[in-house]
C-alpha cells in the first residue's frame, strides 16, 4: 500500500479481537453462536408479527421493524468477521470498508431512532389512551418509520462521502473487528477537522435529539402512572413498557460508554469490548426481552411455530402422495 491519496489505497487491515491463533476457534464458534441466534429470534419476532393480525398494532408494528433491522444491523459487521477467521485473514478491501460504514450507520442509526418511535408510542398509549388509535393510525406509523429511514440514510450516505475526500497513507491497521467510523478517520493522512465537525454534529442532533425524545417520553410517562390511583392500573401501565425500557438502557449505556469516554481511560480492547455489547448482544437479547414477559408474544410465537410444524408434515405427505 502505498502513500498517497484515497484511490491508491486498495485494502485495510481490522485486527480484531486476539493475535492468537489458538483463541480464534473460540471466537469464531462464539460469534457464529450469537449471530445465528440474534438472525432467528428476530426472524421469529418479524415472522410472528406478520402473522399474528391481534399483533398488527402501532407497538408491534415498530417492534417487528426493530427486529428487521437488528437483524441488518449485526449482518453488516459480524459475516466479514466470521469469513476473515476463517479465512486466517484481517483484509477489508476499502470499497468494502466504506460499504461497511454505509449500511452499519444506517441501521445503527435506524435502531436509535425505532426505540425513539417507540418511547414516544409508548408516551401517547399510557398519557392519551382515549385518542391513541387516532394519533397513532396506520399512516402516521408509517411516516415516522418512513422519516426514520430517510434520516439515517442521508446521515449514513454524508459521512461516507466524507471519508471519500481522505487521504490515506501507510499503516492502514484498524484495532477493531469492523471498519469503525472513528478509526477509520484516525487512519487518515490528510486533515480531518471537517469530518470530525460533522460526526460530532451528527451524534449531537441526530444521538442527542433521540435520546432527549426518550428521556421526554418516560419523564411523561412516569408522571402519568403515578397519577393512577389503583397499584394494578399502575403496575400494568408500566409493564407494557417496561421491556423497551430495558432495551434502551442497555443499548445506550454500551454506545455512551464507547463515544463519551475519554480515549485515556480505556484500552481499545476494552473498545471493542462495549461495541460488541451494542452490536451484537444487544440485537441478540432483544427478542428475548421482549417475549420473555409479554403474553401476547408468546401466543403468537407458539401459534406460528404449531403453524410450522404443522404445514412440514403435510407438505411431505402430499408430496409423498404425488
Known sequence: MESGNNTQISEFLLLGFSEEPELQPFIFGLFLFMYLITVFGNLLIFLAVSSDPKLHTPMYFFLSNLSFVDICFTSTTIPKMLWNIQRQSK??????????????????????????????????????????????????????????????????????????????????????????????????????????????????????????????????????????????????AFSTCASHLSVVALFYCTVLSVYLSPASTHSSQSNITASVMYTVVTPMLNPFIYSLRNKDIKRALRRFIGVSSLKMPTYLWLKKCK
Open 91 to 236: 483484509h477489508i478491501s476499502y470499497a468494502g470498508c466504506i460499504s461497511q460504514i454505509h449500511f452499519f450507520l444506517l441501521f445503527a442509526g435506524l435502531d436509535n431512532f425505532l426505540l425513539t418511535v417507540m418511547a414516544y408510542d409508548r408516551y401517547l398509549a399510557i398519557c392519551y389512551p382515549l385518542h391513541y388509535t387516532v394519533m397513532m393510525n396506520p399512516w402516521h406509523c408509517g411516516l415516522l418509520v418512513l422519516v426514520s429511514w430517510v434520516m439515517s440514510a442521508l446521515n449514513s450516505l454524508l459521512q461516507s462521502l466524507m471519508i471519500l475526500r481522505l487521504s490515506f497513507c501507510t499503516g492502514l491497521e484498524i484495532p477493531h473487528f469492523f471498519c469503525e467510523l472513528n478509526q477509520v478517520v484516525q487512519c487518515a493522512c490528510s486533515d480531518t477537522f471537517l469530518n470530525d465537525i460533522v460526526i460530532n454534529f451528527a451524534a449531537a442532533i441526530l444521538g442527542g435529539g433521540a435520546f432527549t425524545g426518550i428521556i421526554y417520553s418516560y419523564s411523561k410517562i412516569i408522571s402519568c402512572i403515578r397519577r393512577i390511583s389503583s397499584t394494578q392500573g399502575k403496575y400494568k
